[in-house]
């Protein structure tokens, strides 16, 4: 029903940046909250950021706040995920996801996603 492509993942070293990006299928992406997510190997997949309809309400997980800023441009369709001062740990497959309950705001709960994307590799060299 909803289509996620996420881009914008690659190498970098410690302290480098990188912007992901998630383009959205369909006609409803401003109904949506969205949400970035990440699993590194062997690990359980973690909540990273997410956003609320009309980017009013974000929140973070701690190990990145201060670092990563979500956005989002609903004319285009597209949530953002700006990763600055990149760590090692940040090393992992990134997921966008959108959450189409209406009674919600923001949620850091992986099971209330509706749709994922199909993931994109970030790696941080130390």
């Known amino acids: 029903q909803v289509q996620l492509v996420e881009s914008g993942g690659g190498s970098v070293q410690t302290g480098g940046s990188l912007r992901l990006s998630c383009a959205a299928s369909?006609?409803?992406?401003?109904?949506?909250?969205m949400g970035w997510f990440r699993q590194a190997p062997g690990k359980e997949r973690a909540f990273v950021a997410t956003?609320?309809?009309?980017?009013?309400?974000?929140d973070y997980a701690a190990s990145v706040k201060g670092r990563f800023t979500i956005s989002r441009d609903n004319a285009n369709n597209t949530v953002y995920l700006q990763m600055n001062s990149l760590k090692p740990e940040d090393t992992a497959v990134y997921y966008c996801?959108?959450?189409?309950?209406?009674?919600?705001?923001?949620?850091?709960?992986?099971?209330?996603?509706?749709?994922w994307g199909q993931g994109t590799q970030v790696t941080v060299s130390s």
């Open positions: 369909g006609r409803a992406f401003s109904t949506y909250i």
């Open positions: 996801a959108a959450d189409t309950n209406r009674l919600r705001v923001v949620t850091a709960r992986d099971y209330e996603y509706d749709y």
């Open positions: 956003i609320s309809r009309s980017s009013g309400t974000t």
